[in-house]
Every structure is written in structure tokens, then in C-alpha cells.
């Protein structure tokens, strides 16, 4: 992946972490509002994603099936380990999770990427909680996949107009059932910003360096300085700024590659691992700081230190240990295969 991305990954899956961090403190007794626009970490990962999608599959015709496959094996198995830890700490302890109710049917759709109702907080939103953005990403890999059935000029049309259909059809009959209400969501329109950047990345002029850093500064200050949003304005809020700052990424990608760094290269491979654990991790950190005797303020910033710092250390051991020899284990071609090819 281009290390710019790869940095951008990094940042968006802090900045939800940020965001989930006004949880654990609020039970501290902040009372002060704590700043929304992190959440805005998601809209940065969708623009990517519909980005990576086009770029990667670019000229592979007949792709469709190892597509869903490799999709699959990125995603379902470490998604699937720490849903069932999340669902044995249900069961085991309930009294630990404040937001959680076993719900067969809500577990059940949260194993197969399906939005349902959660039983305590009435939203969209699976067992893991951060996962209702994994029920879109299936949703978008499922129609690129069809699409990549499709010739390489009319995959992106088709995308975008299947899906600005689908958010047409959302406002024009709002509807109540979990399904309608999910899968018209505008948010989706920003896979299509996404595979726009990736069609100009492979085919579209170049852009000084400068402008790079102009969009990205625009970008960040756009989603920095808002607020919460509504959903139906959520694509164009944080969308809109989400897609200026992967374009920046991509602009300075262009003009010349971007230097690697190490650390920052380890979080973003780790993205997905800090992604889907840092819930936990907070929780049980703001659990801790409750009993301990702490005055507010000091109590208040090293809940965040230790909140955000300790969601880092385990997203990193978890995507060592157990996503990169899942994804090793899982990715390897049989011997006979390797043996005939």
C-alpha cells in the first residue's frame, strides 16, 4: 500500500479512537462536550476503501470470486474472534458491559454483517459495536465484486448510480425497517468518492506538490471544525473533507513517494486490529479509573493517556499475534498448487 495511505489509516483509526474516548470519561464526570468530529475517522476509511477497490482491481477481468474470497479472509476472521470475545464477556459477566443484551437474533447479525437493532441502544449497530461500518463495507465489496463482472469503463458508473439510487430512494420513502433504513444511507455515496480518486489517480493529470498539502490542511480543518452531523448530511459534511484529504494523500503519492516511517506504518498495518478492539479496551480502562482516587482533571487526561495508549498496545499485539498469521495461514496456496504452477 502507499505510505501515505498507510498514514491515513493510522490517523483515522485514532481519531475514532478519540472520539469513543468521551465515553469512559463521561462516566468520570466530564461534563464538558466532548468533540464528535473524530467519528469523522469512518468517512476517511470508506473514502479509502473505495479507492484501494478500483486501484486494485483494475484490468482483472473474471476477478469476481477471488475478490469475495480475499475479502473474506481480510476481514470475517479477526471480526469474528473479537464479536464472540465481546459475546462471552455478555454471557460470562454481563454486569461489565453497560450497553449490552443478549439478543439472538442481533448476534446472529452480527456474524453475518447484517444491520439490526441493537437491544439496548436501538440503533444500527452489531455486538461490536464500530462493526455497523463493516455491514457497509461487505455491502459495497458484494456490489464491486458484481461489478467487476462488468467492462472496466462502466464499473464506476454503475456503482455510483446504483448507489445515488439507493440514497434517492432512502429520502424519498424513509422508512422504519433496518434494512431500507441502512442500506439507503447517503454515507455510502463515499465509496464513490473513493473509486473517483482512483480512477484520477491512474488516468488523471498530475497536481503540484503544494496542492497536496492544501487539501489535506483543508480537509482536516473542515472535519476538525464541525461538529456532530446528521446522517442525511453526513456525506457532504465529512465526506466531502474525508475525500480532500485522501486526494491530498494521493497528490503528494504522485509527486513523489512518500517517505516511510516505521511506527506510523505498524499502526495503520494495525488499523484494523485497533479498529475493532479499542471499544473494549477504553471500557475496561474507564472501569479502572473510576475506583481510583483522582481528582477530576488529572483523573480526566490520564484516563485519555492511558485510554488511547493502551487500545495502541493491544491493537498491535492482536494484529502480531493473531490477524497477521491468521491472514498468513489463511492466504497460503496449498503445496500441490504452489508444486503445479
Known amino acids: 500500500m502507499l505510505e501515505s495511505l498507510q498514514y491515513l ?8 479512537v478519540v472520539f469513543h474516548l468521551g465515553a469512559p470519561l463521561s462516566r468520570l464526570g466530564l461534563t464538558a462536550p466532548w468533540p464528535q468530529s473524530g467519528a469523522a475517522g469512518v468517512d476517511i476509511f470508506f473514502v479509502l476503501s473505495g479507492f ?7 484490468g482483472r477481468d473474471g476477478y469476481t470470486l477471488s475478490f469475495y ?5 481480510r476481514i470475517v476472521p479477526l471480526y469474528w474472534i473479537v464479536t464472540t470475545a465481546s459475546l462471552a464477556l455478555l454471557l460470562a459477566a454481563p454486569q461489565l458491559v453497560k450497553s449490552g443484551k443478549a439478543d439472538a437474533w442481533h448476534i446472529l447479525a452480527s456474524y453475518l454483517f447484517l444491520p439490526a437493532r441493537h437491544p439496548v441502544l436501538g440503533t444500527l449497530e452489531p455486538l461490536v459495536v464500530p462493526g455497523w461500518t463493516l455491514n457497509y463495507e461487505m455491502f459495497f465489496y458484494l456490489l464491486w465484486g458484481v461489478a467487476l463482472l462488468l467492462p472496466g469503463r462502466a464499473r464506476l458508473p454503475a456503482i455510483a448510480l446504483f448507489l445515488a439510487g439507493l ?13 431500507l433504513a441502512f442500506y439507503t444511507a447517503p454515507i455510502m455515496l463515499e465509496f464513490v468518492f473513493g473509486l473517483a480518486l482512483g480512477l484520477w489517480y491512474l488516468e488523471g493529470p ?8 492544501v487539501f489535506i490542511a483543508a480537509g482536516f480543518v473542515s472535519l476538525l471544525a464541525q461538529g456532530d452531523v446528521a446522517p442525511q448530511t453526513r456525506v457532504i459534511q465529512w465526506g466531502i473533507p474525508a475525500a480532500m484529504v485522501v486526494a491530498g494523500a494521493l497528490v ?36 479502572v479509573f473510576v475506583h481510583l482516587p483522582l481528582p477530576a482533571p ?15 498496545v493491544v ?27
Not at 484501494?52 to 483494475?58: A, E, N
Not at 498530475?206 to 498539502?213: K, P, T, V
Not at 493517556?305 to 487500545?311: E, F, Q
Not at 491493537?315 to 504452489?338: C, G, N, Q, Y
Open 252 to 287: 503528494l503519492e504522485r509527486a513523489r513517494p512518500v517517505k516511510r516511517i516505521g511506527a506510523f506504518v505498524l499502526l495503520g498495518d494495525a488499523s484494523y486490529a485497533l479498529y475493532l478492539v479499542h471499544g473494549m479496551v477504553l471500557s475496561a480502562v474507564g472501569q
Open 52 to 58: 484501494l477497490m478500483l486501484v486494485t482491481t483494475r
Open 9 to 16: 489509516r493510522a490517523v483515522a483509526s485514532l481519531m475514532v
Open 315 to 341: 491493537a498491535i499485539a492482536v494484529h502480531l499475534a493473531v490477524e497477521k498469521p491468521l491472514l498468513r495461514l489463511m492466504s497460503a496456496r496449498p503445496r500441490a498448487s504452489r508444486a503445479t504452477t
Open 69 to 73: 474470497v480475499k475479502r473474506i479472509i
Open 167 to 179: 440514497a434517492v430512494l432512502g429520502r424519498a420513502v424513509p422508512s422504519e425497517n433496518p434494512f
Open 206 to 213: 498530475a497536481l503540484a506538490r503544494g496542492w497536496g498539502f
Open 298 to 312: 488529572l483523573a480526566f487526561v490520564a484516563c485519555a493517556i492511558a485510554g488511547v495508549g493502551a487500545a495502541i
